[in-house]
């Protein structure tokens, strides 16, 4: 994978990252530049906004982050001029779990330990509930919750007047979806609340940019898993048993999603 800034739409790039195959969005406005997510730490965003001299000498005066997790969230602290925008419970959610999500990280990976120590965990300070739609720089940018999905704090970010629309983690390519904060019983109808705003490029928050026809289909996946829970849930089997049956993902991809499932399941 060759990491380069890709024009998309009129003004619009993302970046695809090796690291976790992130993908950064940028949007080229008058007097300034909004950034969708800033990757998982201050020295992969300082690299990240280097890279951005290819294409702008502009400065960064926007940030949005997707949801809260740290790959998408922990370069926050390089953008001390910008406004960051994110929902609100993203905000609440790294206020109340950024160390926790750093101690995690660190246990995963800890060659890492001294970079994330170095981090500091900045939530949105600009944040909504529903929808926002504010014009930045004169580009028309249109926020929305639809409901929870990979957390219960994705927002898709869509750009009408250049036919883009930044979906996060609630569209992953490349890999299935990320289930271990997720609400499977839910995701189906938020993604189907996207489908609408498909009609062009759309970003996932991980792989290569894809369309509504991928879209669809990975809705037509999530619907699976939510049957699939519900039914066996019923019959009375454990997550870990009904993972080693049928499905759209392997049993380890499942075993997270129907654990998950059968907690919004039991309070149902």
Known sequence: MTERWTEIGTGVFVRRHTSLDLNIGVVICEGGVLVIDTRASHVQAAEMVESLRAITKLPVRWVINTHHHWDHTFGNQMFPEAAIWGHERCAEAMRTHGEAMRAQVKAMAPDYAAILDAVVITPPAFTFSTTA?????????????????????DIAISLPERDVLFAGDLIEEGAPPSFNDSFPMEWPDTVAALVPLSGGVVVPGHGATVDAGFVNRQLDELQIIARLARERFADGISPSAAAEMSGPYTPEVLATAFARAWRQLETS
């Not at 720089?137 to 704090?153: P, W």
């Open 133 to 153: 739609t504010l014009t930045f720089g004169g580009t028309t940018v249109e926020m929305r919750y639809l409901g929870r999905g990979h957390t219960d704090n």
